[in-house]
């Protein structure tokens, strides 16, 4: 269906004469779906044009019906014209009726003013007029898309030198990395933590594999990425460690940052690096999870834009011609961003935070595999990116993170139980963003990271306690 009149915003101006405007609570996304409600699209018709899924509309619409207290697509469109929120080209609707109001006398003529103001109120009013251009233009500066460097690198900032840390109960200092980073990735694999990539002091891009073996409490240098990558994705399945795209310095590039669209694969048995293929296009800060036989690549930016696809791969299928295996797109993020957290529980995914190229998130969503569904949870306490999320067996934690309009010096967890989050001190002074984090038994451990500096701290935290309890045979 071509949709031939188009919904109009209106943000200054009420239908309602006489009225004052009433402050519109619907969010940039809902006025969007609104706009398409009020010309008689359908659900289809909407997620087509928005390039969302018609379950994802639903949920918008759920919220709108919710703000507007309405019950039907054609109450909500009548309140969103008739409070001027929404207007239609060629169609009116009358306000509603106003109270009678009683005749009020003439005031008395105003005395004659001069023709022209004096210099102190010419000055005092282009000083207001300076004034509010400042904030009405103030916003945009601070609501543009980050330039590449400042998304993909910490090197722009100034150094302050590593936080002190202070222990706190449940937390415990182990092995430190051997070179300080940020924005690596990381996956458990048996019984070591594998950290992947990253970015070091000054900025450089690495290359290093390094696993820590849990049982002995000490790291191991491994064979390296075959070329340096931060800002990457890495899951493990069936024994092998892949990891996808991420962002580098070409040598000799004037352009500085480049994206890859590679996916590569870790023999742990052999040592060694093999490519896969690519992906389905450039990525950096995306999410990659295993789950069965197939890996799921969530989200990430582009160098323009922020993404919403999930795309399934299954290394597992053989291809008769021996060409690289394509990717699925099986679903679509609720919305676009990246440099958000993700784990895998059970069937489901848990995306937590993120970044949408303004600002940082507050939600946290859960993606059913096997059905494709959406449902929302409750929102973080704080907005957060670039933070690493882990599900303990009990729980899910959102840890750290931070980012371009906000700090975080806080991590929280999700209780299924209750369906709320709740926050829980850090032992790193101020923000804590781009840490690897994993979880077993029960332990959470972080590794690296950025607050202030570069870190190469490796921190472990007792999320929950599992006792073993004697079973009793009364035989």
Known sequence: MVVEKRAESGHDESNMKGAPPLENPLSEREMEVSRLLVTGATNAEIARELFISPHTVKVHLRNVFEKLQVSSRTEATMVLLQRGWLTVPGIEVPAPPQPAEEAVPEPEPLPHLPARPAAWQQLYLALVAAFCLFFLIAPNWLNQVQAPVSLLSDAGQTPLGPPALTLLPRWEMRTPLAQARSRMASALMGDSLYVVGGEGVGGETLPSLDAYDLRINEWQSLAPLPEPRANLAAAALDGILYVAGGSYHRAGDDAGIVLSDELLAYHVADDRWTPVGTLPGPLAGAALLAHRESLYLLGGWDGTAMHDEIWR??????????????????????????????????????????????????????????????????????????????????????????????????????????????????????????????????????????????????????????????????D
Do not use: K
């Not at 995914?349 to 859960?366: F, K, M, S, T």
């Not at 929102?379 to 009990?394: C, E, F, N």
């Not at 202030?452 to 599992?466: C, P």
């Open 313 to 474: 791969y299954r290394p597992s299928t053989a291809s008769a011609s021996g060409a690289p295996l394509p990717w699925e797109l099986v679903g679509r993020l609720p919305e676009a961003s990246a440099f958000f957290g993700a784990t895998v529980v059970g069937d489901e995914i848990y995306v937590v935070g993120g970044y949408n190229g303004q600002h940082e998130l507050d939600q946290a969503w859960v993606y059913q595999i096997t059905t494709g569904e959406w449902r929302q949870l409750a929102s973080l306490a704080t907005p957060r990116s670039g933070l690493s999320v882990v599900y303990d067996g009990l729980a899910v934690l959102a840890l750290g993170g931070g980012g371009w309009t906000r700090r975080v010096d806080t991590h929280e967890r999700y209780d299924p139980y209750t369906g709320q989050w709740s926050n829980f001190p850090s032992p790193v002074p101020g923000e804590w963003r781009y840490l690897a984090a994993a979880s077993r038994d029960g332990v959470i451990h972080l590794v690296g990271g950025w607050s202030g500096d570069y870190l190469d701290a490796h921190l472990v935290f007792q999320s929950s306690f599992r006792a073993l309890l004697p079973v009793i045979n009364n």
